[in-house]
Structure formats: C-alpha cells, structure tokens
RNA sequence: GGAGAGAUGGGUGAGUGGCUUAAACCAACAGUUUGCUAAACUGUCGUACUCGAAAGGGUACCGGGGGUUCGAAUCCCCCUCUCUCCGCCA
C-alpha cells in the first residue's frame, strides 16, 4: 500500500500518478486524509488519558508505601473513571485506523511518469523487438501437436491424474524442463543473485505482504486445513524473507533468485488462450527478486530487463520488450516491462516475463526497511521479474525450431540438455 | 498423535504485581589511550505514532488476542509458534 506520509505530503501529485491507471483517487486520497486527521485528534486525547492513568498508579504505589490508604482511595476512584473514557477511545482509534487501512489497501501503487498512458495492452509501449521471426517451407506446428508427435508432453495423462492444467513432461520433455531450470539459476547466481529453495507454501502474513491478500484470494490454491496457500510464484516466500527486517543500507542491493513450481487458479479465465503450454494451473519458473536503495531501484529495474533479454538471447527467441500502459499495468506496481517471445506457429506473440519496480508498495506491507547508520529507517523498494517462466518459452523453442522431422535445440540449451536434436 | 517445557531488545539472558525508565554480558558504533593491531576505559546503542523550530517531551510495544488490578513482562483465559521425550514416518 502507498505510504500515507506520501499521500498527506504530495497529495496532488499521488492523485495526478493515480489517474494513468485510469481510476480518480481524490474521494478514496481524500477519505484517508480525513480519517488520518480524526485519527491524530483521537490519539492525541488518549494519550492525555493514559499519561494521567499511568501518573496515578505510581502516585497510589507511592501513597501506599507511605501509609495514606484513604488518599489512595480517592485515586483509585477517579482512575476507574478514566478508565472508561480510555476505553471508549481506544475502540474509537481501533475503528479510524481499520477503516483507514481498508480504504489504503483499495488505492493502487503509484505508476512512475514515464508510464504511457492507456487502457488496454494494445496500448502498451513496444520498446525493442529483436531476434528474427521465423518462416516455414511447410506447414508449422503448434506446440501441442509437436509435443504429442515427439513424445514430449501429456496433456490428457495430467487431466486423469489431475486435471486440466497440469501436464505430465516426459523423455526429453522433462529433460529439456530441467535443463532450463539449471540454464535460468546458473545465469541467474552468475549475475549475482543468491539461490534459494524456499517452501512451496505459505502462510496468511506472506499472502498479505507481498500483495495476493486479501484481492487475490481466489487465484491461490488455498489448504485449509493449515491455512496454507500454494504459492502463484516464488516472488511471495523470496520477498517475503524480508518481512519485518531492518537491512544495514550497505547490504543493499539484496538479490535473490529461486526455481519453483508455480500454482494458479486462473479461475475465470477460459477460452483459446489456454491451449496448451499457453496457461496452466501448475508451472516451473525460475525468479528473481532485489531489494534496493530507493535512488537505484529504477536503474535496477533496467539491468533486471536486460538480464531477461539476454537470456532470450542465449535461447535465440525473437523477443520484445514492452513497457505496461497504466492500464494493463498490475495493481502493486509502479512500473512494469513485460517481455514477450514470438511463437511461430501460433503467430502469437506470449508472455514469459513481467518485471516490476514496485517502489515501497509491498515494503510499506512488509515493513521490509533499511538503515543507514544512526538515521531512521526507511523503506526499501522491491522488485522482481521473471527469469524465466517456462512453459510459454517451451511452447516457442519447440514452434520456433521444428522442422519436418524434428526439433533443434539452441547452442546454449543443448549444452545443459545433452542433446541438440528431438527427432 | 501423546506428554512436558518454553517464547523478554541484534545475540545470550535476568526479571513471580509498584524501587523497571527492562538488569548484566556479548556484538555493533563513536571516542580516549597507542608506532600499528589488540586490550583497557568512556560514551552511544530498539520500533512506531505523536507534540515541538530545536533541545526535549508524551504514548504504545516483553510471541498474538482478551481478562483481573489504581497499577501487569510478572496473575488468569484463548490462540500461534518453538524446543525436549515418546509414537509414526521419507
């Protein structure tokens, strides 16, 4: 959520940022100054209250260590008095600040200037495309007729086991999964950023500080019994690792990349999109996530897009790099890239990467701060992207590279594959 | 799953109703001393909200929530988590 300091201080200038994401937030900014103001006075006259109640306890110690039972008395009485006024004022804070809180938690990040305006992708900035698209002497295959044709992937063996969204990797299908998972996390570790395998579920205060809770409940498979969620992507237990930290500012930039299956409801989304590899409930993605010094993070961001762009590089996909319009953009974040390959045979361009800088969004959740030397702590930005997400480069490597009969294997992926050729 | 013990500041750990403004030690930081390092000594050493130009105040926070009391880290209830032993198990 945005921080309020932000919202009392540039008012005009949040509600301004606000408007590319196509809402008008001056009633919502509005009613939260307001509160904000009710919230100060109440505060302000309960800690009157409770300095004079704690005034009087240490008057009655002392009374009665020095045996004036009857003055104490007269204490006591008027401390039961305050205790009622105490009462009432504190149900009327927990009030202010509940309401408050909600309303904060309805008004979305702040997009950063150079967000173009717009309302639907069609509207989103080409930035680069690169790479080249490829052609065919016959006819292309979409990649779950190649999957099926060189025993790749078993989409129906994942419906009986599972259900729709859940395929079964086989033979090479499998070997090429973890060939790009190690691909990904060694080039992810060589640019600096830390492996970990973090818990694969999480609990209700991961939920909300990365932002899934409470909007986004309905995407997360949820076990009830323990109150677990499986998590959508690895950006929630990797960000979440600093959840109520104070990092010494020299620690700072934090980089972090793990691999993880990754769980999604996807509940309403139906229709053609989900064609094979093009959406599922389950899939492996390698993330990477930083936390950084506010002045840095959006040059961060920057080096974040060209680690991805250079790993579709090695992969020889025909790519393209789109910065969001405000429209398209994410609730939580402040400026977004997303990266797109080009599958030939679905001639269709699909995302494999979003890549964020969510300013102090989640940090003002998470209270995830830094510190530097005596000073206050402030809030660190985050950011996270994809590095990469699989099934959709899956779905282009193998589109993109058929031939009659077979598919070739990029140069960079054949050396973790151990082979070059699915014939 | 059964039985028991616990949760205090960056860490260790004292604290069973008011001398707590949470001791002490360690770590960290600054300084003194020193040819340098070490040691020693001195000082600083939490977070949030709030008042104030500042100096400096006020309030809350001892796992979380509720209760008893004029007063709770301390007593009572509920919850969560951790540890030990037993059982089960990859």
Known sequence: MLQLTYLREKTEE??????????????????????????????????NQLSRSNQIAKEVGQMMKEGYPEKATLLKQESTQLKEDIQGLQKELTDIEQKQTQLLYQIPNAPHASVPKGKTPEENEVVVQKGNIPTFSFTALPHWDLAKKYDLIDFELGVKITGAGFPVYKGKGARLQRALINFFLDKATAAGYVEHQPPLMVNEASGYGTGQLPDKEGQMYHATIDNFYLIPTAEVPLTNIYRDVIIKAEDLPIKLCGYTPCFRREAGSYG?????????????????VQFQHPDKSYKT???????????????????????????????ASALTYDMEVFSAAQQRWLEVSSISNFETFQANRMKARFKEGSEKPQLAHTLNGSALALPRIVAALLENNQTENGIKIPKA????????FIG
């Open 413 to 420: 992926l054949a050396e973790y594959a151990g082979f070059d």
């Open 272 to 288: 053609k999109d989900v064609r094979g590899l093009n959406r599922l409930h389950q899939f492996d993605k390698v993330e990477i």
């Open 14 to 47: 949040a509600i301004e940022r606000l408007s590319k994401k196509n809402i008008d937030a001056r009633t919502l900014v509005g009613q939260v100054l307001e509160l904000d103001a009710l919230r100060k006075g109440c505060q302000a006259k309960l800690d």
């Open 301 to 331: 961001l920057e080096e974040m897009v060209d680690h991805v762009a250079s790993l579709l590089e090695l992969l020889e996909l025909p790519y393209r790099k789109l910065k969001l319009c405000g429209g398209d953009m994410s609730f």
